[in-house]
Nanobody, 121 residues
Framework: VQLVESGGGLVQTGGSLRLSCAAS????????MGWYRQAPGKERERVAI???????FYADSVQTRFTISRDNARNTLFLHMRSLKPEDTAMYYC????????????????WGQGTQVTVSS
């Protein structure tokens, strides 16, 4: 499954963005999908993940501000981001895991090319 992100851009502090991740094939095969981000000079970190059954997990830093969702019929993953902060500035990546175990980053074998999110102060 190939993944292509879109929806990034430049936004002011407090603003909102919706990221989309379109899959070339059915995302039914991806038991868990997620969003990761990497800021310059920092390691890539998990932002949010969602299982095929709709269970979600969020990083503490985005827990109350971001919402992950997936539309299996449209083979698309979304990340709704609200109350954005400068520290949210990063390249955001969509990822998918088709295995039975999807706990670590290395379990996610499908990755998009990333979409840049920049939050100005």
């Amino acid at each position: 499954v190939q993944l292509v992100e879109s929806g990034g851009g430049l936004v002011q502090t407090g603003g909102s963005l919706r990221l989309s991740c379109a899959a070339s094939g059915s995302i039914f095969s991806l038991s868990v999908m997620g969003w990761y981000r990497q800021a310059p000079g920092k390691e890539r970190e998990r932002v949010a993940i969602i299982s095929s059954g709709g269970e979600t997990f969020y990083a503490d830093s985005v827990q109350t501000r971001f919402t992950i969702s997936r539309d299996n019929a449209r083979n698309t993953l979304f990340l709704h981001m609200r109350s954005l902060k400068p520290e949210d500035t990063a390249m955001y990546y969509c990822a998918g895991c088709s295995g039975y175990v999807c706990t670590g980053e290395s379990d996610f074998r499908s990755w998009g090319q990333g979409t840049q999110v920049t939050v100005s102060s």
